[in-house]
């Protein structure tokens, strides 16, 4: 499995050791070292589009020709065009507010397109990548964004659960659904079914990601968790959640950690896909870190000008998911400039459907505010229903006057 | 075929979760040292011996993991029953029920359900250190989503915990533990025959001088305190709310119609609590049939005291005895 040891004094070294521990200062240093990939970091496709022989995960991408990467090329412009397209809506006022995923392309189509139909997919609220993935309607998502709906897909019939606000919830959620599939006998050879949960670096300080560990482990849950390390929790760097890797944090609970580059699709695919082969079989849950960047705010409400400096920005730049696919693909003679134009074409039809469709969501009626608290009937809340309803008829009455 | 069992509240409720475990393969029992000790009340006592260790979870100590693991299990289509061992430890979890367990049925308009029951002993009179005695049913009643229920007799603890577990909404089920185990409390129930629907308040003793309002716990005190307030000739009337949230006044104003007056009965400190709830509704439904002000008694707005004075704290039968003549003599 790959890891590397944490090394660290053990007690009663002597003052010599004690002596050659770093300072805080340097340990934070050290810190932002280890956190820039280092050796440990699984990649199969380089910044510069040189595809990196691995002979662990060859196996997995070994059908990944140059149609399947195209098809990747094309998910991830497809989404980050649609990214943009929202951003500039929320800029405009259609949308309350967006949550850009600029930067994240490779791990969430990398992620989403390892995902089998019977899988379970948990996202946080940055999964927008991962829901085109699981064949959700952006336009659908959207309502999201534009406050007309807070789920409006199908979430059977996707596999893929709501999204979730609360920082963290949805980790022990889908450690639950998972501990169900296995309850189910749902593991245990290559048909087997497994869940993925997405959560982001400041998640990991959250109790519930813990005890989300706790569950996995302790009920050897089919549990991929995968988490985008996107280096900041609003202006909270990740040295601020974690004094070591966040991968490695896996060694505690007992099952297996590992780091993949997040902007690189194919590594993502494969890693994705040899951590939902290990929970199928039984094997219990990994934990994948896909080290990524968030190239742009948290949400639209958000300034990181005023937490993180523009040379970071330009240096992950020169990583972007999207450039490293294109380069392979033309270097290699797997796609040429039509190709490039024509997906390019279609994300810019794709974008002015998603605006066209915001334009038009319509607002949903007042009753709805009442509609599905319960399950059951609830008079106390047909009676507020109605109280309201009437209420407002009140004022369609005077106005006809 | 009627079966008649002389049951405690404590072994009612056994009965009842063994029954819903076996008429749905998909219930499920969570919680710390449910299964080899049987609970700390012994309520799970026997379950996982014949149910086995995956239908009945000793789980790891974290209540926001067992309910939030218990909406992932719903999600995927089982029916969890999580037991919180006391009141007290529940805010751990207040998180994955408020945020959660309350809103996915909404949020998603209707396509998950979430056919999840908490059960949480609470109340006090034990003699018990702290974070052991609390009554924190009105802080739940306030989040939407939620039904929040209790029981006061074993007829309804058999019959009310198998009618939240087959429900598709999500229940806070509040257990009266100072009388799990209460033989004088002994009820024959017919274990076959249902009564039909369980929750909703209900008219537990009939009267007309006034009318006691209480769940829980406190019913038990109401009724003694009605009992002794016959001896004076008064006769009360006292109401069990059984549902706390959404609550089911429309008995309490048909009882207030007839009496005139109000107590409402509770351990829980007074402001902002469901006797504050009651009261407000009850002037606003029953104005022009009060001849005095709803009048409360109830816990203090403290936190709860060492267990040396809960006597002091606890609304007894002389403090709704005191309230009812304060209330008489308006």
């Known amino acids: ?401 | 075929m009627m079966d008649l069992q002389k049951l405690t509240i404590g072994k009612a409720l056994n009965l009842g979760l063994r029954r819903a475990m076996e008429e749905d393969p998909k219930v499920l029992m969570m919680g710390e040292d449910i299964g080899k000790l049987g609970g700390v009340f012994r309520i799970t006592d026997g379950l996982q011996k014949d149910f086995g260790e995956q239908r009945v979870l000793d789980t790891p100590l974290a209540e926001s993991g067992i309910i939030g693991t218990a909406v992932g299990l719903a999600v995927r289509g089982f029916r969890p029953v999580c037991e919180i061992q006391f009141e007290g430890f529940i805010f751990p979890g207040f998180d994955q029920i408020s945020s959660q367990l309350a809103k996915l049925h909404y949020r998603t308009q209707g396509r998950v359900k979430m056919p999840v029951v908490i059960r949480v002993p609470f109340g006090g009179g034990i003699g018990a250190v702290e974070h052991h005695s609390e009554s924190p049913e009105s802080l739940f009643s306030h989040i939407a989503g939620l039904k929040v229920v209790s029981i006061s007799n074993a007829a309804d603890a058999y019959w009310g915990i198998q009618e939240a577990i087959r429900s598709d909404d999500p229940i806070l089920f509040f257990e009266p533990k100072k009388l799990y185990h209460s033989g004088a409390l002994k009820m024959e129930i017919d274990t076959e025959t249902s009564p039909g629907r369980v929750f909703g308040s209900r008219v537990v003793r009939e009267g007309t001088t006034a009318t006691v309002v209480s769940y829980g716990p406190s019913v038990k005190v109401a009724l003694d305190a009605a009992t002794a307030a016959e001896e004076e000739g008064k006769s009360l009337e006292v109401i069990d709310l059984r549902t706390l949230s959404p609550l089911d006044l429309g008995p309490v104003f048909e009882s207030v119609r007839k009496t005139g007056r109000l107590i409402a009965v509770s351990e829980a400190p007074l402001e902002s609590s469901l006797t504050s709830e009651i009261a407000a509704r009850v002037q606003q439904e029953c104005f022009y049939s009060l001849e005095s002000p709803v009048l409360r008694v109830a816990g203090f707005d403290t936190p709860y005291p060492p267990a040396k004075l809960e006597e002091h704290y606890l609304p007894d039968l002389d403090r709704v005895l005191h309230a009812v003549d304060r209330s008489l003599s308006w």
């Not at chain 1, 994240?104 to 993935?133: C, K, N, T, W």
């Not at chain 1, 300080?205 to 813990?210: L, T, Y």
């Not at chain 1, 390019?344 to 509609?371: G, K």
């Open chain 1, 1 to 401: 499995m790959p890891s590397e040891q944490w090394t660290h004094p053990e007690p009663g070294e002597g003052p010599a050791a004690i002596a050659a521990q770093p300072s805080p200062e340097q340990v934070i240093a050290g810190l932002r070292a280890t956190s820039e990939g280092g050796a440990e970091l699984t990649q199969l496709l380089t910044p510069e589009g040189q595809r990196i022989p691995s002979e662990q995960f060859d196996s997995y991408v070994a059908d990944v020709d140059d149609e399947v990467l195209r098809n990747l090329y094309r998910d991830m412009v497809l989404v980050r065009r649609a990214d943009r397209e929202a951003n500039a809506m929320q800029r405009q006022g259609q949308l309350g507010i967006w949550v850009p995923l600029l930067g994240q392309e490779a791990a969430q189509i990398g992620s989403g397109r390892a995902l089998g139909p019977r899988d379970m997919a948990f996202p946080s609220y940055r999964e927008h990548g991962v829901a085109y993935a699981r064949g959700v309607d952006l336009r659908d998502l959207l309502g999201i964004f534009r406050c007309t709906d807070h789920s409006g897909w199908d979430y059977q019939a996707h596999r893929f659960h709501p999204y979730t606000i609360v920082i963290g919830n949805q980790v022990l959620n889908a450690a639950g659904y998972a501990m169900g599939q296995k309850f189910e006998g749902k593991v245990g050879d290559d048909d087997g079914e497994a869940t993925i949960c997405y959560f982001g670096d400041g998640a990991t300080s959250q109790g519930d990601v813990h005890e989300g560990f706790v569950w996995g482990a302790v009920y050897d849950a089919p549990l991929v968790f995968f988490c985008q390390n996107n280096q900041w929790a609003i202006s909270e760097p990740t040295e601020r959640q974690s004094r070591l890797p966040l991968y490695q944090r896996a060694r505690g609970y007992g099952f297996p950690g590992i780091r993949v580059d997040g902007n690189d699709v194919l590594a993502c695919l494969a890693v994705t896909r040899w951590a939902l082969e290990q929970c199928r079989h039984g094997n219990g849950p990994v934990l994948i870190e896909a080290f990524t960047y968030r190239m742009d705010a948290h949400t639209t409400t958000d300034d990181p000008t005023r937490y993180r400096l523009s040379d970071e920005l330009e240096e992950w730049k020169l990583k972007d998911p999207i450039e490293r696919v294109r380069a392979y693909l033309a270097r290699g003679g797997g796609a040429d400039h039509d190709f490039f134009d024509g997906v390019q074409a279609e994300a810019d039809e794709f974008a002015a459907q998603l605006r066209e469709h915001t334009f038009n969501m319509p607002e949903p009626p007042p009753d709805r505010i009442f509609a599905n608290v319960y399950a059951e009937p609830s008079p106390v809340l047909d009676a507020q229903r109605e109280e309201y309803l009437s209420y407002l008829d009140g004022f369609a009455t005077a106005g006809e006057h």
